[in-house]
């Protein structure tokens, strides 16, 4: 009897798609058995990266992105392409009984309407939109396990909604005066070429952009209106900042009542205490990108500042690993009854 779990990958030639090729080298039990590349089919991982010479992965075949041929092959399937693209391939793959896990935003959101207003893309899988699953192991570990599809979270609303979540749900901060302040390493923005993420226009530079406008804004929203019992809107702000990966957000809000910083940190720590990958700094420590680079960790630090009755809220998270990748393989470790944590022990990569 086969000992591991046929896994395709579409869309390996980006960035999620080449992080989670480099989890899946030392994972147990997931084994990758197809990746494809509509410019590359017909190659294999290693012609394309050199870097997984000797690996498990070398000989990998790369193919095009055909559901028949993912079907014949796969039990599960990552889908690490833009958005828009993905609902078809899932569509086609549930309907050939492959589990998914889509790192993309098209089943995230559970109103098509809220999904097409910031997307603007007409959403051609509506149906599936009430069996997808928001894979966030942290609040939702019961409803993956038994997915087909799952919503892999975005990269931001990752750090957003793991940070707010305590606050919100015990009532802690008020509803209608919440700020993520967020900054994102250029990884963020895939690796397809724009003049915005060449070297010159991201190094030695740091700019808002989206202010306001950002499509992530209404994910965050759905999620923490659940932890709050009820609607939240929220001012979501986006930067970039010249690293290749990594998001830290500082999230300001403002206190229901007066709560000493000892409290607030009580509070959150018992929140996340049995959460392998969320971690509560201590009192008075603020986390920093390099700390969660290539992990799983979402590390949260905590200001109290009593001349505004303002609760600051940082997190820094991986955007490519906990943002995206580390996450989706998460999720399929869940979906397939596996501890959650396989695979995804490595140490930060430093520096
Ligand atoms: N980058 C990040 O930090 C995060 C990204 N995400 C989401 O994950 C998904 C992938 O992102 P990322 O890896 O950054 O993107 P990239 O732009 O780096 O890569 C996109 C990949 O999709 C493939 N692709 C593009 N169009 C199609 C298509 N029509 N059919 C089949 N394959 C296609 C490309 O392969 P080829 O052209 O070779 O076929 C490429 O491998 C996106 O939805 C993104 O929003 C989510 C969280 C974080
Ligand atoms: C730095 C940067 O450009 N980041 C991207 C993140 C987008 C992303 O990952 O989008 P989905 O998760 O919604 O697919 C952006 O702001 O558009």
């Given at each position: 009897?086969?000992?591991?779990?046929k896994t395709?990958?579409?869309?390996?030639?980006?960035?999620?798609?080449?992080?989670?090729?480099?989890?899946m080298?030392?994972?147990?039990?997931?084994?990758?058995?197809?990746?494809?590349s509509?410019?590359?089919?017909?190659?294999t991982?290693?012609?394309?990266?050199?870097h997984?010479?000797?690996?498990i992965?070398?000989?990998?075949p790369?193919?095009?992105?055909?559901p028949?041929?993912?079907?014949?092959e796969?039990?599960?399937v990552?889908?690490?392409?833009?958005?828009?693209?993905?609902m078809?391939?899932a569509?086609?793959l549930?309907?050939?009984?492959?589990?998914?896990?889509?790192?993309?935003?098209?089943f995230?959101?559970?109103?098509?309407?809220?999904?097409?207003?910031?997307?603007?893309?007409?959403?051609t899988?509506?149906q599936?939109?009430?069996?997808?699953?928001?894979?966030?192991?942290?609040?939702?570990?019961?409803?993956?396990?038994?997915?087909?599809?799952?919503?892999n979270?975005?990269?931001?609303?990752?750090?957003a909604?793991?940070?707010l979540?305590?606050?919100?749900?015990?009532?802690?901060?008020?509803?209608?005066?919440?700020?993520?302040?967020?900054?994102s390493?250029?990884?963020?923005?895939?690796r397809?070429?724009?003049?915005?993420s060449?070297?010159?226009?991201?190094?030695?530079?740091?700019r808002?952009?989206?202010?306001?406008?950002?499509?992530?804004?209404?994910?965050?929203e759905?999620?923490?209106?659940?932890?709050?019992?009820?609607?939240?809107?929220?001012?979501?702000?986006?930067?970039?900042?010249?690293?290749?990966?990594?998001i830290?957000?500082?999230i300001?809000?403002?206190?229901?009542?007066?709560?000493?910083?000892?409290?607030?940190?009580?509070?959150?720590?018992?929140?996340y205490?049995?959460k392998?990958?969320?971690?509560?700094?201590?009192?008075?420590?603020?986390?920093q990108?390099?700390?969660?680079?290539?992990?799983?960790?979402?590390d949260i630090?905590?200001?109290?500042?009593?001349?505004?009755?303002?609760?600051?809220?940082?997190?820094?998270?991986?955007?490519?690993?906990?943002?995206?990748?580390?996450?989706?393989?998460?999720?399929?470790?869940?979906?397939?009854?596996?501890d959650?944590?396989?695979?995804?022990?490595?140490?930060?990569?430093?520096?």
């Amino acid at each position: 009897m086969e000992q591991y779990i046929k896994t395709g990958l579409v869309g390996a030639t980006g960035y999620t798609g080449m992080e989670l090729a480099r989890l899946m080298i030392g994972h147990p039990v997931f084994k990758l058995v197809l990746a494809t590349s509509r410019k590359e089919a017909g190659k294999t991982l290693v012609d394309i990266f050199p870097h997984l010479q000797a690996t498990i992965l070398a000989d990998v075949p790369l193919v095009s992105p055909d559901p028949d041929v993912l079907a014949k092959e796969c039990d599960l399937v990552f889908l690490a392409v833009p958005h828009g693209t993905a609902m078809n391939i899932a569509a086609e793959l549930l309907a050939r009984k492959v589990r998914v896990i889509d790192l993309s935003a098209d089943f995230r959101l559970h109103d098509a309407g809220v999904y097409e207003a910031w997307y603007n893309v007409t959403h051609t899988q509506q149906q599936l939109l009430s069996q997808a699953v928001y894979g966030l192991p942290e609040l939702y570990a019961q409803d993956i396990a038994h997915a087909e599809l799952i919503a892999n979270p975005g990269c931001y609303p990752t750090s957003a909604i793991l940070g707010l979540y305590p606050a919100l749900q015990q009532g802690l901060i008020k509803t209608e005066d919440i700020v993520v302040d967020s900054k994102s390493g250029a990884t963020g923005a895939g690796r397809k070429a724009s003049v915005s993420s060449l070297f010159c226009e991201v190094n030695e530079n740091f700019r808002a952009y989206n202010l306001g406008q950002h499509r992530h804004t209404p994910e965050i929203e759905q999620e923490v209106s659940v932890a709050a019992s009820t609607p939240v809107t929220l001012s979501f702000n986006t930067h970039l900042v010249p690293i290749d990966r990594g998001i830290l957000s500082t999230i300001y809000t403002r206190l229901n009542q007066p709560a000493t910083l000892t409290a607030v940190h009580d509070l959150f720590t018992r929140f996340y205490a049995h959460k392998s990958w969320v971690r509560v700094l201590p009192q008075g420590a603020l986390p920093q990108t390099k700390w969660v680079r290539g992990t799983m960790f979402c590390d949260i630090g905590l200001a109290v500042d009593p001349r505004t009755d303002r609760l600051i809220i940082v997190t820094a998270i991986d955007n490519l690993c906990r943002g995206a990748s580390g996450q989706a393989l998460a999720n399929a470790n869940i979906m397939f009854g596996l501890d959650q944590t396989l695979g995804l022990h490595g140490g930060t990569l430093i520096p």
